[in-house]
């Protein structure tokens, strides 16, 4: 195994954060949260090598970053009540390259998980709270072969809602 020379990188990420207090009423206690960021990346990887120099080599994107990603959020709360729902977005990307025989790489599908969470002040010292994980059940897929994308499997992780009792003493 030989390290690469590398290559460049590079991308842009915009973020806004916004409270909503200029909306009337009970529109006023809601927030937005937003984030998108794009990388571009062209990466020289060694397949073969005979006594420490390339014999055999591919350029890429970077491995284990997706060239696209974003996430959002809405929110509303107050002293007592909070809600809030994200979503996050992964596009597709290298997970390793090269995969097996006969395919340039392995890579994992896009995904798009949506989570919500919610608390309920109900005294000065006893929360209630909800938390729900992966709301559309995504499921995770990998796929060898950038032309193809065969599916190698699938992982499904599956929704998790958790309930809690939060009391200050």
Known sequence: ??????????????NLQAE???LPGFWSK????????HIDSEIEYI??????V?????TN??????????????????DRFSIRSTANFRSKYIRGIPASRGS?????????YVDLSASYNVTDRLKLLLEAQN????QNRLYIDSVREDTLFELRNGRTITVGVNFKY
């Open 1 to 14: 195994i030989e390290n690469t020379p590398g290559g460049p990188l590079s991308g842009v990420e915009l």
């Open 104 to 112: 340039d790489l392995q890579g994992n599908g896009d995904v798009l």
């Open 61 to 78: 994107n970077l491995t284990n970053l997706s060239p696209d990603s974003a996430s959002g959020t809405l929110y509303w709360e107050d």
């Open 30 to 37: 809601f927030g937005v949260l937003a984030n998108y960021t």
């Open 54 to 58: 390339p014999t055999s080599t591919t």
């Open 20 to 22: 909503l207090d200029f």
């Open 135 to 138: 709301l559309t059940d995504e």
């Open 47 to 52: 397949l073969t090598s005979a006594g420490g």
